[in-house]
């Protein structure tokens, strides 16, 4: 049946392996891994996602090996350790049953953390020193030794990723955790190399997609996900121009970046005043790279059951593929309450979508 969603279910190339469509499901942190170990009903999860339709899953974020990687609690899932990493074996397995494609994201919080998180008194750590009003640590600031240690164990993941199966590797570089601290003058106030300009600021991450690009083969993917907006302030900005931005991600290309996962609140808004352009066309203008677009589809308000076909999210998407503004768009919470969100678009069975509910983040539905 055609419907005037098919430019969303054209095939795609992501390295070496082909995807059947190009809707994407989002990373999306659910804490359903008792011990940060992902059981069967972790591998269940994506295995629907992947049989409801999606082209390709971009897991939760996972845990790099280092002790302050967890803002939260020790039901986040690990990417590190043999009991992890045969969850993870299982979920890969699952979703290439299904006929989908899997990469994990690759994730440290940094000075999001807080002592006690995740049951251990470690303070978070990020590119300076926080503390609290009555003067307790919160955050340290990371040696340059113990910088290099993070590096490699995002790259030493990355082999991970690629010897369990995985079809690429997605690195965190958004929303305010570690690599975003290191990015952003606001946090990132050193001056020893990691610290200062744009250039200086974007070392660490730079650092970390070389160790990651050179722990895989050539052809697999590695992506890299960044946003303006930061947990806690959407107004916040990385960058406050084009320039900018080509400054921000030609070196970025450079170190190996293959795909850009470009996360916004609404992926269909102008990235800077004097432009129509999105964050995601602006980033596909500079670079020429794959992007993937995510921020707000198929969230629209409406009333009574599913989704109208001229839904504004809807209707976004569709006008975004013809101007090519992005290659690939990802769903978050539309996929966290119905599974089967991708099989019923592609099919035009827009009203049988259920809508999504917060309730829907206290299951693994």
Same mark, same amino acid.
């Given at each position: 049946?055609?419907?005037?969603?098919?430019?969303?279910?054209?095939?795609?190339?992501?390295?070496?392996?082909?995807?059947?469509?190009?809707?994407?499901?989002?990373?999306?942190?659910?804490?359903?891994?008792?011990?940060?170990?992902?059981?069967?009903?972790?591998?269940?999860?994506?295995?629907?996602?992947?049989?409801?339709?999606?082209?390709?899953?971009?897991?939760?974020?996972?845990?790099?090996?280092?002790?302050?990687?967890?803002?939260?609690?020790?039901?986040?899932?690990?990417?590190?350790?043999?009991?992890?990493?045969?969850?993870?074996?299982?979920?890969?397995?699952?979703?290439?049953?299904?006929?989908?494609?899997?990469?994990?994201?690759?994730?440290?919080?940094?000075?999001?953390?807080?002592?006690? #998180?995740?049951?251990?008194?470690?303070? *978070?750590?990020?590119? =300076? %020193? /926080?503390?609290? &009003?009555? !003067?307790? $640590?919160?955050?340290?600031?990371?040696?340059?030794?113990?910088?290099?240690?993070?590096?490699?164990?995002?790259?030493?993941? #990355?082999?991970?990723?690629?010897?369990? *199966?995985?079809?690429? =590797? %997605? /690195?965190?570089? &958004?929303? !305010?955790? $570690?690599?975003?601290?290191?990015?952003?003058?606001?946090?990132?106030?050193?001056?020893?190399?990691?610290?200062?300009?744009?250039?200086?600021?974007?070392?660490?991450?730079?650092?970390?997609?070389?160790?990651?690009?050179? &722990?895989?083969?050539?052809?697999?993917?590695?992506?890299?996900?960044?946003?303006?907006?930061?947990?806690?302030?959407?107004?916040?900005?990385?960058?406050?121009?084009?320039?900018?931005?080509?400054?921000?991600?030609?070196?970025?290309?450079?170190?190996?970046?293959?795909?850009?996962?470009?996360?916004?609140?609404?992926?269909?808004?102008?990235?800077?005043?004097?432009?129509?352009?999105?964050?995601?066309?602006?980033?596909?203008?500079?670079?020429?790279?794959?992007?993937?677009?995510?921020?707000?589809?198929?969230?629209?308000?409406?009333?009574?059951?599913?989704?109208?076909?001229?839904?504004?999210?809807?209707?976004?998407?569709?006008?975004?593929?013809?101007?090519?503004?992005?290659?690939?768009?990802?769903?978050?919470?539309?996929?966290?309450?119905?599974?089967?969100?991708?099989?019923?678009?592609?099919?035009?069975?827009?009203?049988?979508?259920?809508?999504?509910?917060?309730?829907?983040?206290?299951?693994?539905?």
């Amino acid at each position: 049946m055609s419907t005037a969603f098919d430019a969303l279910f054209r095939p795609a190339p992501f390295g070496p392996a082909t995807l059947r469509n190009r809707l994407v499901m989002a990373p999306m942190t659910r804490e359903f891994s008792p011990g940060g170990i992902p059981g069967g009903d972790v591998a269940d999860y994506y295995r629907r996602r992947a049989a409801g339709g999606v082209g390709l899953i971009v897991t939760e974020g996972t845990l790099i090996d280092h002790p302050a990687a967890n803002a939260y609690s020790d039901r986040v899932p690990r990417f590190h350790g043999a009991d992890a990493l045969a969850g993870w074996q299982a979920v890969v397995d699952a979703v290439h049953e299904a006929g989908g494609h899997v990469i994990p994201q690759i994730w440290h919080t940094g000075a999001v953390r807080v002592p006690g #998180a995740s049951g251990s008194p470690e303070p *978070g750590c990020g590119p =300076v %020193e /926080i503390r609290d &009003a009555d !003067g307790t $640590l919160r955050c340290r600031a990371l040696p340059r030794a113990e910088i290099g240690a993070i590096v490699r164990a995002y790259g030493e993941a #990355a082999a991970q990723a690629e010897r369990l *199966g995985f079809d690429g =590797v %997605e /690195i965190h570089g &958004a929303h !305010g955790y $570690l690599i975003d601290q290191f990015m952003r003058a606001a946090s990132n106030t050193r001056r020893d190399g990691y610290g200062g300009s744009l250039e200086e600021r974007l070392r660490f991450a730079l650092e970390v997609v070389n160790a990651v690009r050179g &722990a895989v083969a050539p052809s697999f993917p590695v992506v890299f996900r960044f946003s303006q907006w930061k947990s806690g302030d959407y107004a916040a900005r990385l960058v406050d121009d084009p320039d900018g931005l080509a400054r921000l991600l030609a070196p970025l290309v450079d170190a190996g970046v293959d795909v850009f996962h470009v996360s916004t609140r609404h992926f269909w808004k102008p990235a800077f005043a004097g432009s129509p352009r999105t964050l995601a066309a602006w980033t596909r203008h500079l670079t020429g790279k794959p992007v993937i677009a995510v921020g707000g589809l198929g969230l629209d308000a409406v009333d009574g059951p599913g989704l109208p076909a001229d839904a504004p999210s809807l209707r976004h998407m569709v006008e975004g593929f013809v101007r090519g503004d992005f290659d690939f768009i990802a769903a978050g919470r539309a996929l966290l309450a119905d599974a089967e969100w991708g099989n019923k678009l592609r099919r035009g069975r827009l009203n049988r979508i259920r809508r999504f509910d917060a309730k829907h983040l206290d299951t693994l539905d």
